[in-house]
């Protein structure tokens, strides 16, 4: 009986601590249970009350990395009641975020994780994306576990979209040699499938090349008043030599001397053979440019009247001279032009309807070219096209010409196969269908994609 009432003294000593953990409490309860059982008449004697049921546990006071959770009874019939009238359990001791370190929970002082933060937007709003929240380490900076955690978000399939038309080719984006060439796109209205970028290879030419010897001067264009000399050379090894393949130099810079007047050629034959005619002789003015008097000189043939019968009437008769035109170069020698007109009915007028009369201005002055113009954008692709590019002469005449062209993306041109169908519409109505086709490039080096969506489908639902 001893040992009894000493180990009841040492429950109600161990609860009245409250040192139990549950398990402890469960198996004091038990005890208690037993002896009451057997000693009934001592534990009547020693109390008067009784504990009701335990209450349900409250909530545990945190979601992870270790809460509390309580529950109490409440002492009946009597004032007092053998034992406690509340209880405390751990609970949510998992850690925070990732799984506990080798499969047990691990405290490490008196750190404790904060609440999470909300979830960050989705990355994407089709197609599969993320979401990141985090939370801060309270009271202590060596909380186990992670700081941010992430999760998959709006992963369901995003609706097809369609490309717009291909941007023009940018430049070739070398000088010599091979480049590069890009274009893009935009899809509008969803996923589109293919890229939005395309690259292809474009040819400049070989770098490098060298010139080979000056040919000699070609001969002077004009034997006084200045002239032209041109020489040539031409780039081997390569085409992009650096330099002009062309040369002009001014020659026969001289004033032109006044010329002498060859003989006068026979008259031609006479326009008419009665009624009055006309007839032509010419000369040639030689050893200058600026001969006086004219080059042509007409007289008056076959003057006695026609034959009676022949029905013909002739009252025709030249008009008036016109003035003499300006002269026809504003620098050294050129020509005047006066005109004039047959009128009336009959034989032909007698003589010229144009006279010209040597006209002299100011030596010419050897003018300036501007700089080239930008070269023309190239007028094919591949196969071979041109580029043209200009100048203009300023302040007199200058030697050489106003213009050049040269060959441009001389590269083969190789045919893709025609598109072919692969695969069905994704769709088999409204305004967003699409299928796949495909082509082959029988060589591998044909420009622009092999792979292409193309619209399908695209009626009223």
Same mark, same amino acid.
């Given at each position: ?20 953990? +549950?398990?402890?409490? +469960? ?28 209450? +349900? ?8 990395g270790g809460g509390t959770k309580k ?53 994407? /709003? ?15 900076a060596s909380c186990l576990g992670a ?23 940018? @430049?070739?984006? +070398? ?47 004009? /034997? ?222 044909? @420009? ?14």
């Open positions: 009986m001893g040992l009894l009432v000493a180990s009841f003294v040492l429950l109600l000593t161990i609860h009245s601590l409250h040192l139990c953990s +549950a398990e402890d409490s +469960a198996s004091i309860n038990r005890l208690g249970e037993a002896l009451d059982g057997r000693f009934g008449d001592l534990t009547a004697k020693t109390t008067n009350g009784q504990f009701g049921p335990w209450s +349900a546990f409250t909530a545990c006071s945190r979601s992870c529950r109490t009874r409440i002492c009946q019939h009597g004032k007092t009641c053998l034992g406690p009238t509340h209880e405390q359990q751990t609970c949510n001791a998992h850690l925070c975020g990732s799984a506990a370190l080798g499969g047990s929970t691990i405290l490490r002082g008196n750190s404790r994780w904060n609440e999470w933060a909300d979830w960050t937007a989705c990355t994407k /709003t089709c197609g599969g994306g993320e979401q990141t929240r985090f939370r801060s380490c309270l009271a202590g700081k941010n955690e992430e999760r998959k978000c709006n992963t369901g399939s995003c609706p097809f979209g369609s490309w717009n038309q291909w941007t023009a080719w940018t @430049v070739c984006d +070398a000088a010599c040699g091979t480049g590069q060439q890009r274009r893009t796109r935009l899809c509008i209205g969803g996923n589109c499938a293919g890229n939005n970028n395309e690259v292809r290879h474009c040819s400049r030419g070989t770098c490098g090349g060298d010139w080979n010897e000056w040919s000699a001067f070609s001969p002077c264009d004009k /034997t006084c008043g200045g002239g032209k000399e041109i020489r040539r050379r031409v780039c081997t090894g390569g085409s992009n030599c650096v330099g002009n393949g062309e040369e002009v130099r001014v020659c026969n810079s001289q004033p032109c001397s006044r010329g002498q007047w060859s003989n006068w050629s026979a008259f031609v034959a006479c326009t008419r053979t009665c009624g009055g005619g006309s007839q032509i002789r010419r000369r040639t003015c030689t050893g200058g440019s600026a001969c006086p008097g004219n080059v042509d000189e007409s007289r008056t043939c076959n003057s006695q009247s026609c034959p009676k019968g022949m029905g013909f009437r002739n009252d025709a008769s030249w008009s008036t001279w016109t003035p003499f035109s300006p002269c026809s170069v504003t620098c050294g020698t050129g020509f005047e032009t006066r005109k004039r007109n047959c009128v009336g009915i009959g034989a032909p007028c007698p003589g010229l309807d144009k006279e010209q009369r040597p006209c002299n201005r100011p030596p010419c002055s050897i003018g300036k070219w501007t700089s080239w113009t930008a070269w023309t954008p190239c007028t094919q692709s591949c196969n071979g096209g041109n580029q043209r590019r200009s100048r203009v002469c300023q302040g007199g005449v200058c030697v050489g010409d106003n213009n050049e062209a040269r060959k441009c993306n001389v590269q083969s041109c190789t045919v893709w196969s025609t598109w072919r169908d692969v695969g069905v519409c994704s769709r088999t109505c409204g305004q967003s269908g699409v299928k796949r086709r495909t082509r082959v490039c029988p060589s591998g080096t044909c @420009v622009g994609p092999a792979e292409d969506f193309i619209a399908c489908n695209r009626v009223p639902c």
